[in-house]
């Protein structure tokens, strides 16, 4: 049995949600987002709920379901109330600026690197190195946010480099020399 897949999603309030064949998409005030539901799934929509049943219990079924219960899920938490993802810098000289829709990051490498950020993501950079990607679609903030910690992942002698908060960089020591 999935836990997840059998967990019902609830409808907030502004949020709508329509299937056109196994296509569904929600709509609320932070956009529009679309999912399309692979088969041997199905989605019963009832007094605000959303319920979902698979066809087999084989692996892949399974698997299915708990897969697109959480990507509905997200669907409908993106619209209502978006989603929110920091990095945070730490080095001497580096730094991030925002210039429209391009991140601009200066991360110890003799060029600056730009990132364009995919439609539906927004940055903002806070003054103590952090920066703050927020969006409706979590698949789209998530990679956009792996891309950016792949400019400079954090290194292990010192933690240099981009890092997602709360992330735990586990340090090593350094060289010794003889005693």
Not at 30 to 36: M, S, V
Request: hydrophobic content about 35%; overall charge positive.
């Amino acid at each position: 049995m999935s836990r997840i897949g059998n967990a019902p999603v609830t409808l907030p309030k502004g949020v709508t949600l329509t299937t056109v064949g196994r296509t569904v998409s929600a709509k609320g005030p932070k956009g529009t987002l679309t999912f399309e539901i692979p088969d041997g799934v199905t989605m019963e929509q009832a007094d605000g709920r959303l319920v979902f049943k698979r066809a087999g219990d084989d692996n892949r079924s399974r698997a299915m379901h708990g897969m697109v219960r959480a990507r509905i899920a997200n669907l409908v938490t993106g619209v209502a109330t978006g989603f929110t993802r920091e990095l945070e810098i730490i080095g001497v000289g580096y730094r991030a600026a925002v210039k429209g829709q391009v991140l601009e990051l200066t991360l110890g490498y003799s060029h600056g690197v730009s990132y364009q950020l995919p439609a539906g993501v927004s940055a903002e950079v806070a003054k103590d190195g952090r920066v703050i990607l927020t969006g409706a679609d979590r698949v789209a903030l998530g990679q956009c946010a792996s891309d950016i910690r792949s400019f400079r992942p954090p290194e292990p002698y010192k933690g240099k480099g981009v890092k997602y908060a709360g992330e735990t960089i586990l340090r090593k020591e350094g060289k010794r020399g003889k005693k």
